[in-house]
C-alpha cells in the first residue's frame, strides 16, 4: 500500500470509534456530523478490508481484527501526539498543575500521605485531586482525563501502561480482649466472627453476598482452597474501619500487613499472623497511553516511585523491632520495585 495515499487522520477516527462502539457518540465526540462519521466508516472498512464494527443485540461490536488494531493505533497516536508536542521540561516547584489521581482506600492509607509530605517540599503548588475506585472508568483513564490509577487490578485493558509498586501479604487484627489471643489457630479462626474489607478495580461497587465465597477475595478464596469458609458480620471498603471494628472481642479483620503495622503502638488491638496461607498482593500504578510521553506525569510517575521506595526501606528497618513485639511472625515482603512484564497484562 502506498502510505502517501493514506490519509491518516482515518487513524484519529478509528481510535474514537473503536472506543466509544457508536457511531452517533464517536461523531459527537469528534465535532463532526452522523452521516459524515458513517461514510468515514466506510472508508476504514475499506482501508483494512473487514468490517471492523458489526451492528449485534449489545449494539456495535468490535471484529476479531478491530481488537487487533486498537492498542496499535493507540500506541501510534501517542507517538504521534509525543512527536508533534514542543519539548517543555516541567518544573515542579513553580508548577500549579491539577494531578488526578484515583487511589483505592489502602493506597491512601499507605502511601499517599508521605507522598503529601514530599510534595510540600518539591512542589508546594501542586495540587492533589484523588478519586475513589467508585469515581472512575477506564474510559476515563483511557481518555487522560484520570492521570493515573494505583489499585489492587483484577484486570485492566492491554493498552494502558502500568508498574509494580510494592507487593503486600496479610495480617489480623484482634482485640487485646479476644478469647483468641493466646490461641490463635485455624480452628479458632473459624469459630471467630470477621470483618471484611476489600476494594479492587474501577467503577460502581455492588453489595456482596455473604453467602457466596466466590468473588470476596484472595482471604477467602485461600480458605476455600483449604474447604473452609468464615463467618462474615461486616463488610466495608474503608481501611479505617476494623481498626475501631475489632475493639468487639469476637471479631477479627484480616487485612493488608503495610495496614496492619499502622496499629503496632495500639495497646488495645494485638496483630497475629493467619493461621493459613494466604497469596500476597500486588499495589499498581496505571495510566493511559496518552500520558506516557508527558513532562509532568512522567515527573508525577517518578516521584511516587521514589516515595514507594523509601517507605520499603524504613520498613526494612522497623519490621524487626516490630515483629519483636508481636505475637507472630510478620512477614511484609519488601521487594524492589518492578516494570510489569507486558506479557502478564
Known amino acids: 500500500m502506498n502510505l502517501q495515499r493514506v490519509d491518516l487522520n482515518l487513524l484519529v477516527y478509528l481510535d474514537v470509534l473503536l472506543r466509544e462502539k457508536n457511531v452517533t457518540r464517536a461523531s459527537e465526540q469528534l465535532g463532526i456530523t452522523q452521516p459524515a462519521m458513517s461514510n468515514i466508516l466506510r472508508r476504514l472498512r475499506k482501508l483494512f478490508n473487514d468490517p471492523l464494527l458489526i451492528r449485534s443485540s449489545e449494539g456495535m461490536t468490535p471484529t476479531e481484527r478491530a481488537l487487533e488494531l486498537q492498542p496499535r493505533v493507540r ?3 501517542s507517538d504521534l501526539t509525543h512527536l508533534l508536542e514542543p519539548r517543555t521540561e516541567f518544573r515542579p516547584y513553580t508548577s500549579n498543575r491539577v494531578f488526578r489521581i484515583m487511589a483505592s482506600d489502602y493506597a491512601e492509607a499507605t502511601l499517599v500521605p508521605r507522598l503529601v509530605k514530599t510534595l510540600r517540599s518539591e ?7 484523588f478519586l475513589t475506585p467508585s469515581d472512575v472508568s477506564y474510559r476515563d483513564m483511557e481518555q487522560g482525563r484520570v492521570d493515573l490509577a494505583i489499585n489492587r487490578f483484577n484486570e485492566i485493558p492491554q493498552s494502558f501502561h502500568q508498574v509494580l509498586v510494592w507487593r503486600d501479604t496479610f495480617s489480623c487484627l484482634l482485640s487485646a480482649d479476644s478469647p483468641y489471643v493466646h490461641r490463635f489457630n485455624l480452628k479458632n479462626y473459624l469459630k471467630a466472627q470477621h470483618v471484611w474489607v476489600s476494594k ?3 467503577g460502581v461497587g455492588f453489595g456482596v453476598n455473604p453467602d457466596k465465597s466466590g468473588g470476596l477475595g484472595s482471604i477467602d478464596a485461600a480458605l476455600h482452597r ?16 476494623p481498626a475501631m471494628l475489632v475493639a468487639n472481642r469476637d471479631l477479627i479483620a484480616t487485612l493488608p500487613t503495610r495496614v496492619a503495622r499502622m496499629q503496632a ?17 500486588e499495589l499498581t500504578m496505571a495510566w493511559s497511553p496518552l500520558l506516557q510521553h508527558h513532562p509532568a506525569h512522567r515527573w508525577l510517575r517518578q516521584l511516587i516511585l521514589h516515595v514507594a521506595r523509601q517507605l520499603i526501606n524504613e520498613e526494612k528497618q522497623i519490621a524487626p523491632i516490630q515483629d ?11 521487594l524492589e520495585l518492578e516494570e510489569i512484564d507486558p506479557d502478564r497484562r
Do not use: C, W
Not at 512542589?123 to 485531586?129: G, M, Q, R, T, Y
Not at 503502638?265 to 498482593?281: G, Q
Open 324 to 334: 519483636a513485639l508481636f505475637d507472630g511472625s510478620l512477614h511484609t515482603q519488601a
Open 123 to 129: 512542589a508546594p503548588n501542586v495540587v492533589l485531586d
Open 75 to 77: 500506541e501510534l497516536l
Open 226 to 241: 483449604l474447604g473452609q469458609k468464615r463467618h462474615i458480620s461486616v463488610f466495608t471498603r474503608h481501611y479505617q474501619m
Open 200 to 202: 479492587t478495580g474501577m
Open 265 to 281: 503502638n495500639n495497646a488495645d488491638i494485638v496483630i497475629k499472623e493467619p493461621p493459613f496461607f494466604i497469596p500476597e498482593f
